[in-house]
T-cell receptor
Framework: KAGVTQTPRYLIKTRGQQVTLSCSPI?????VSWYQQTPGQGLQFLFE???????NKGNFPGRFSGRQFSNSRSEMNVSTLELGDSALYLC?????????????FGPGTRLTVL | AQTVTQSQPEMSVQEAETVTLSCTYDTSENNYYLFWYKQPPSRQMILVIRQEAYKQQNATENRFSVNFQKAAKSFSLKISDSQLGDTAMYFCAFMKHAAVIQGAQKLVFGQGTRLTINP
């Protein structure tokens, strides 16, 4: 089975712009979770989608949003970019059935905001 | 809220040695799962090992094993016969149990331990 894929792998944006990141889960996985990784804050949960519905959300401002499509692919959008949004954005897919629902990660998208 | 603490920011050992990475966590939950993930310099996060809190037996995966002490809220990772390819950041993570309807729960990560295996 193919693993989790994320595109693009690298992005450079300037303050005030917006960006969209994409994640394709492992075939058969219906849940996609997004995490932000920074040297200062570590790994922090952004949100989780299952069957096109956001089920869980972390403590991030409304500038961070996402969606999921019927094929389980997910996109994450950040509007009005700030310097502090520079980070590695990881998505993880899982079956989404609760219990021992192991999450498998993609390679990440490295976002740099100038 | 749950917290995960990894008290060793960096560790370095020689190839073939055994190394133990520490992790403690704080939670009021009784049913949960613990994970060790590895993030090599290429940055792909890889699952190393998983432990269900209701299982008393410690999980093992080849050269990787854990020492799970539920009462002490401790979850250490032992790597035996370490190899150069084990060089990576290692993250300990906690996830509480959830019913199907609640969906995938968030992983709560520690700050990580940077492990270097020297030739």
């Amino acid at each position: 089975k193919a693993g989790v894929t994320q595109t693009p792998r690298y992005l450079i944006k300037t303050r005030g712009q917006q960006v969209t990141l994409s994640c394709s889960p492992i075939s058969g996985h219906r849940s996609v979770s997004w995490y932000q990784q920074t040297p200062g804050q570590g790994l922090q949960f952004l949100f989780e989608y299952f069957s096109e519905t956001q089920r869980n959300k972390g403590n991030f401002p409304g500038r961070f949003s996402g969606r999921q499509f019927s094929n389980s692919r997910s996109e994450m959008n950040v509007s009005t970019l700030e310097l502090g949004d520079s980070a590695l954005y990881l998505c993880a897919s899982s079956l989404g059935l609760g219990g021992t629902d192991t999450q498998y990660f993609g390679p990440g998208t490295r976002l740099t905001v100038l | 809220a749950q917290t995960v603490t990894q008290s060793q920011p960096e560790m370095s050992v020689q190839e073939a040695e055994t190394v133990t990475l520490s992790c403690t966590y704080d939670t009021s939950e009784n049913n949960y799962y613990l994970f060790w993930y590895k993030q090599p310099p290429s940055r792909q996060m890889i699952l190393v090992i998983r432990q269900e809190a209701y299982k008393q037996q410690n999980a093992t995966e080849n050269r990787f094993s854990v020492n799970f002490q539920k009462a002490a809220k401790s979850f250490s990772l032992k790597i035996s016969d370490s190899q150069l390819g084990d060089t990576a950041m290692y993250f300990c993570a906690f996830m509480k149990h959830a019913a199907v309807i609640q969906g995938a729960q968030k992983l709560v990560f520690g700050q990580g331990t940077r492990l270097t295996i020297n030739p």
